[in-house]
C-alpha cells in the first residue's frame, strides 16, 4: 500500500512540475527508485504521465490565452508576441523535444498552445521528451 502513496505523490509532483508551479519530481523519482518501494517501471511511467497531463494544462493555457492577445492585459507585447511566434515557426513543433528542460520547457509548452498546435502532435513529442528525460533520472539512480 505504501507504494500506491509513493506513485500518487509521484504523480502530483510531475504533474505540478510540469506547470508553473513548483516541483521536485526528479527528486521523488529518485527517492522511490533508490528506496525500492515500488518498481523503477512503475515509477518511470507515473511520473512521464504526471509530467505530460501537466504540460497539456499549460497546452490548455496557451490555447485559451490566445484569444486575448489583443487586450492591454496580455502578458505579451504585440512585438513579443511575434517575436515568438515567429521562433516557434522557425524551429515548429520539434521544438517540443526540448519540453524537458529546465526554464524553457514549460513555457514551451503554453507557446505550443498559443501556436494552436494540434493535440495529436503536441502529445507525441511531449511524451517522448518527458519520458526520456524520467529514464535518465531512473538510469542515474541504478548506477548508484
Not at 18 to 23: D, I, N, V, Y
Not at 31 to 59: D, E, K, P, R
Not at 90 to 107: C, M, Y
Not at 122 to 134: D, M
Amino acid at each position: 500500500m505504501s507504494a500506491v502513496w509513493e506513485l500518487s505523490g509521484l504523480f502530483v509532483s510531475a504533474f505540478t512540475s510540469a506547470t508553473l508551479l513548483p516541483g521536485s519530481s526528479e527528486a521523488v523519482l529518485a527517492g522511490i527508485i533508490a528506496f525500492g518501494s515500488a518498481s523503477t517501471t512503475s515509477a518511470v511511467i507515473i511520473a512521464t504521465l504526471g509530467n505530460t497531463l501537466g504540460s497539456v494544462v499549460n497546452w490548455g493555457m496557451g490555447l485559451f490565452a490566445a484569444r486575448f492577445r489583443g487586450h492591454r492585459r496580455f502578458p505579451l507585447t504585440p512585438e513579443q508576441y511575434e517575436r515568438y511566434s515567429a521562433a516557434y515557426a522557425k524551429w515548429g513543433v520539434w521544438s517540443l523535444l526540448l519540453s524537458w528542460t529546465p526554464v524553457i520547457g514549460d513555457p514551451l509548452t503554453v507557446v505550443a498552445g498559443v501556436m494552436r498546435t494540434p493535440l495529436w502532435i503536441f502529445l507525441p513529442l511531449v511524451t517522448i521528451a518527458k519520458g526520456a528525460r524520467y529514464l535518465v533520472v531512473a538510469g542515474v539512480v541504478a548506477l548508484f
